[in-house]
């Protein structure tokens, strides 16, 4: 995988409803007409957002079938996984240093929470 | 949540957060002069020296990461938002030593930028500091395209992001 299908892949997740798409598929194989069910979207809609993930290598559809159910691409998904984890740990220890240095600026605080997630 | 969290967590896929137990005022500076990251932006094992910081919109943050007994590497920032003691945005990339663009030195797999936001709000005396990123560039074509359809897409599906969260998380092995 290279920098631009990566950079691909993120832009193909970017969008609320293609990551709904791909949340589904991990449940299983799906068609287009049971991908679009929950969607208050038309089916050619959905077929744009599959054509998005099919380009970035995320989704792959079947030929056999004349109901071509589409399916997740487990590869492409790890290495966009994989770069997520990567960062993550270069900004946990970004922020460990960051707090140590406030800290020994600021002697009034204390030891930082750590990961505490909004929402 | 405001709902431009909303739409800010509904267009990013990786998000950090932390709580310093220190007033937004200093943790800003830290964000914002250059004798200040250069204590702390590392990365860990790495000496920083700074030829350039010009903290402003369309600016740049130009430095040197120097590890003992391998090559000087070089980083850059492009500022394209700066909203003081409120938020950063800014395009993060390898660079060379004229503060030019270029690829990570040990892989072609690196986004050539990440675009990254901060904001910072304080209660308390404590500043949550929340960091959300994505590999920037084929992605503006991408989502303007996809702009017509959004409004029609803005409700209901918050939870997909925590689902997908889950399932990289899986495939990853955590």
């Given amino acids: 995988m290279s920098a631009d299908s990566l950079n691909r892949a993120f832009a193909a997740l970017a969008d609320p409803t293609r990551r709904a798409i791909i949340a589904r598929l991990t449940a299983g194989e799906a068609t287009v007409n049971e991908l679009a069910e929950p969607f208050d979207m038309t089916q050619p809609s959905i077929s744009k957002h599959l054509k998005v993930l099919e380009r970035a290598g995320l ?20 290495e ?4 997520v984890e990567t960062y993550r740990s270069l900004w946990e220890e970004r922020f460990d240093r960051l707090d140590s240095f406030l800290q020994s600026t ?3 605080s204390t030891k930082g929470k750590k990961n505490v997630r909004k929402q | 949540m405001s709902a431009n ?5 509904a267009t990013a ?10 007033p937004r005022e200093r943790v800003w500076r830290a964000w914002s002069e250059a004798d200040q990251l250069q204590r702390w932006w590392g990365p860990k094992g790495c000496t920083i020296e700074i030829p350039r910081l010009e903290f402003r919109l369309g600016g740049f943050f130009h430095y040197a990461m120097k590890f003992a007994g391998a090559p000087t590497m070089w980083g850059r920032f492009n ?16 660079s060379n030593e004229n503060c030019g663009i270029t690829r990570a030195p040990f892989s072609d797999l690196c986004p050539l930028e990440i675009e990254n ?7 308390d005396g404590a500043t949550t500091v929340a960091l959300r990123a994505k590999p920037f560039g084929e992605v503006a074509a991408e989502r303007q395209y996809f702009e017509d359809l959004r409004p029609s897409l803005e409700q209901g599906y ?17």
Wanted: hydrophobic letters at 40%; charged letters at 25%; proline letters at 4%.
């Fill in chain 2, 117 to 123: 936001t901060v904001t910072f709000s304080e209660r």
């Fill in chain 2, 158 to 174: 918050g939870g997909t992001f925590d689902q997908l969260g889950e399932h990289l998380a899986k495939l990853s092995g955590r």
């Fill in chain 1, 106 to 108: 600021h002697p009034k």
């Fill in chain 2, 79 to 94: 500022y394209r938002e700066i909203v003081a003691l409120e938020r950063i945005v800014w395009l993060n990339s390898f």
């Fill in chain 2, 13 to 22: 896929l990786f998000e950090i957060t932390r709580v310093f137990d220190t």
């Fill in chain 1, 59 to 78: 989704v792959s559809r079947g030929r056999a079938a004349q109901t071509r159910p589409c399916r997740l691409e487990a590869a492409p998904l790890k």
């Fill in chain 1, 80 to 83: 966009v996984a994989n770069w």
């Fill in chain 2, 5 to 9: 969290n909303d739409k800010a967590i």
